[in-house]
């Protein structure tokens, strides 16, 4: 019998060894599940409702021109400087490809959102990654020291998956004055809606000030719509434009699109949600840093233990103890804010782990 060839056609040797992006880890129906940043509050009725009937035979609105009209009145900005895709990452995706390709480079922040380096990849450019300060920020002066003749894009997350940390405006300002004007510029803010620190940058009040800025922003984490992949981006028209002529037509759905909009009818109720877990965050981070966790100062809905070579041991006593967390090893883990009765079994095995460290 003839064995099946491994790759019986010719493929990208770079695409065959990237390895395949890595959802959170899933939890029995006994644990919690505090690994992918995911809203533990239920859906808001009002989006249950909106989604309810739906003509699933008909194609949706492939530029969902509502949820733009919608969400330019809100930025101030016109529908055109408004892009809406299947989550930001579909979005950063589509920037990316729009931007570079082989012999160009991309540069971020490590360790921060893991699709990063995957998507630079697939796109034909090389990643540049700067390592985070010691207190598990940004580097920012290093990044723009990083960026060359061949670089196409930089990426800054704030506040940064994982480590929480958020950019500075003061920060923000001083790099982008730092890199060249026609350098791409996408700034991630998917966790904005649980930051409370006033000195943090808000890209929606920069994408007049700096024409090569794009914001991305998305409706799955505070909004609670992570089931649906809708996120959007502010930003020139004419670079939303190339990322528009690089997305899979038609990938926003109806059901999303239609939840997004009940969603922003119903914003103070789920805002009070995430004010409630910035709350639980806090309270978290507080007690954490009592058992002797050295913290960064987390502004997202998770918070990041930095376990390094312990890493992956660690993960296995949360995991045991009914905390399914994410692990990054040999550096941390990443334990999202979830459910309030999740918080008492959490601190019990964080408490167990610092010991051993």
């Known amino acids: 019998m003839t064995e099946t060839p491994a790759n019986p056609v010719r493929l990208r040797p770079e695409i065959v060894s990237l390895p395949a992006y890595k959802q959170g880890r899933a939890a029995s129906s006994e644990a919690f599940k505090l690994s992918s940043n995911e809203n533990p509050f239920p859906p808001h009725p009002a989006v249950l409702a909106a989604i309810r009937d739906l003509d699933i035979n008909r194609y949706p609105d492939a530029t969902a021109l509502v949820v ?25 995706a589509q920037l990316i490809s729009a931007a570079a390709t082989v012999g160009d480079e991309v540069v971020f922040a490590w360790r921060s959102f893991e699709a990063y380096p995957g998507l630079v990849t697939v796109a034909g450019a090389t990643s540049v990654r700067v390592p985070l300060t010691h207190d598990a920020r940004h580097d920012l002066p290093a990044m723009a020291a990083a960026v060359t003749h061949r670089t196409r894009a930089v990426i800054v997350c704030t506040p940064n998956n994982p480590t929480g940390t958020v950019v500075t405006a003061a920060e923000f300002d001083d790099f982008m004055a730092a890199v060249p004007s026609d350098l791409l510029v996408i700034l991630d803010e998917a966790y904005a ?14 994408v007049r000030r700096y024409p090569n800025l794009v914001i991305l922003r998305t409706f799955s984490k505070a909004y609670g719509l992570a089931g649906l992949r809708v996120g959007y981006a502010i930003g020139p028209v004419a670079v939303l434009d190339a990322a528009r002529s690089t997305a899979i037509p038609l990938s926003v759905t109806e059901a999303a699109q239609r939840a997004v909009l009940a969603a922003m009818q119903v914003e103070p109720e789920l805002i009070a949600r995430v004010r409630e877990l910035a709350v639980r965050r806090d309270a978290v981070q507080e007690a ?3 058992q002797g966790w050295p913290l960064p100062v987390s502004q997202g809905n998770f918070v990041w233990l930095p376990t390094g070579p312990a890493t992956a041991a660690a993960g296995e006593a949360f995991a045991a103890a009914g905390i399914v967390a994410r692990v990054f090893p040999p550096e941390g883990i990443r334990v999202s804010i979830g459910e309030a009765e999740s918080v008492e079994s959490l601190l019990a095995v964080a408490g167990e782990v610092v010991r051993t460290l």
């Not at 733009?68 to 979005?91: K, N, Y």
């Open 288 to 290: 954490l840093r009592e």
């Open 68 to 92: 733009r009209e919608r969400l330019a009145e809100r930025h101030g900005v016109t529908p055109d400087e408004i892009i809406v895709g299947a989550g930001s990452v579909a979005l950063l």
């Open 193 to 206: 809606e649980f930051i409370d620190d006033p000195a943090a940058v808000d890209g929606a009040q920069l």
